[in-house]
């Protein structure tokens, strides 16, 4: 951290080393007897906004957040940003300790801390206002936006600094402005984006709290860190703006500010930001489409950072975090590939022993999502197939489309399925295929050789000759293997379904 690098130096070479360490007390560590800077614990946090759904991108500076507070002994603090009160309800916090909860990210473990709320700190956000204006640090303002725009001709030059000496009270209605500095420049220093100077002037007077007397989101950000005392801000790149607003509130309200990381945006294939509108971005919606947990954190982690060891990319949480190190995070935009995802899921699915796999399956199994009733449902059945479903499936939620045949009535109509495989010949080869199940054993490999029987018989290869079998009892074209399928179905129903199939083709 830039200022644990630069506190420890002067701690050490300064001649007062007890001065320079009591100011860095406050927030960051403390000098030993000897006088070298002694770091205090790191402390990170995660303060979402509760907006009903959680951010893929929430989940990535979430864990990121977790993997520095865990690797450095430290503490993830979880606060709730909920000032916005219409738009804050109880559930929507409870969905977002959930989703940690799914990703790892659990209160009972020694690292998690909190959950705070930012409304329980208003009175602090109050006091530092006050104190701010009492120190001269910041001034009232009762200047509309339209009033600036006529004075400055230009609709965002930002605000001109009448009220600054006017020497305003507080009155319903008057904004708290934070007085800038006139000169000198203020130095971000980013664990990933290194040291930007911005000169002060340039920044304009900025509001802190509305003329209600409510802080704005810079300044009870900004408390409530001091607050928590953290000491390592990580969070997505779209907060650069307030950085160096928010740099001068640290200082203006006496501490040292906190070592600033700013992830990279995540894009879509076209390298738009990912957004809501146009994207699938909520980690509930992959969960719910059968996405593991696992293989989301995994490839999460990835999302702008890579372990430095070169070593595969699907691997467990533990061995990503043992290697992490925010610096190591890019600054270039991370492309939140789908395709790359689901390839993920599907290892993470096969690396499942099959009990494993047969429990992760069982919420697409079973009422509300499963589209046969409760009870056709045979879990002697589901097991027979599961091996095979297991070895074919990126996601879990398109189980059904794979076993729906086995606990259905009557097999799913797919016209173009059936349009598809129903070509000239299909019914000899129904009739053929009939007769020859009838007196087979009733075993894949029996199966197989039935159907390779009657495929001879019409003058079918036996590819060709699958199809109208496999539409005729699955209904679809694409599933398990045909054989096993059949087995698993038995005798009685595969026989009724090809009836029934070549009744309808004439
Ligand atoms: N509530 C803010 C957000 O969700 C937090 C910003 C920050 O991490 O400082 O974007």
Known sequence: MHWAVSDSVRAEESAKPIVVAAAVTLTTGFADRAGTFRRVTTRVRFAPSPTGMFHVGGARSALFNWAVARRSGGRFVLRIEDTDQARNKPEWVQGIITALATIGISEADPAFEGPYFQSANAEAHKTAASRLFAGKRAYYCDCTREQVTERTGKPDAGYDGLCRDRGLEYAQGRALRFRTPDDGETVVSDRIRGETAFPNRAIEDFVIARGDG???FLLANVVDDVDERITEVIRGEEH?????KQQLLWEALGQTPPAWAHLPVIVNEKRQ???????????????????LPDALVNYLMLLGWGPRDGGPEIRPYAELEAQFDIADVTKAGAFFDVVKLKAFNGEYIRALDISGFIAVCQPWLRAPRAPWTEGAFDPEVFA???PLAQSRIAVLGVITAYVDFLFLDKPVTDETAWSKAMKPGAGDMLAAAAE???????????IRAAIEAAAAEVGLKLGKAQAPVRVAVTGRTVG???FESLEALGRERTLARIEAARANLV
């Open 240 to 244: 650069l703006p307030n950085t160096p």
């Open 480 to 482: 398990l293997p045909l």
């Open 436 to 446: 020859t199940l009838t007196g087979a054993d009733w075993n894949a490999e029996a």
């Open 384 to 386: 027979a197939v599961a």
């Open 273 to 291: 930001k990912l957004s809501k509108r146009r994207d699938k971005v909520a980690l509930e919606d992959y969960i719910a489409e059968g996405y």
């Open 214 to 216: 409510t802080p704005l």
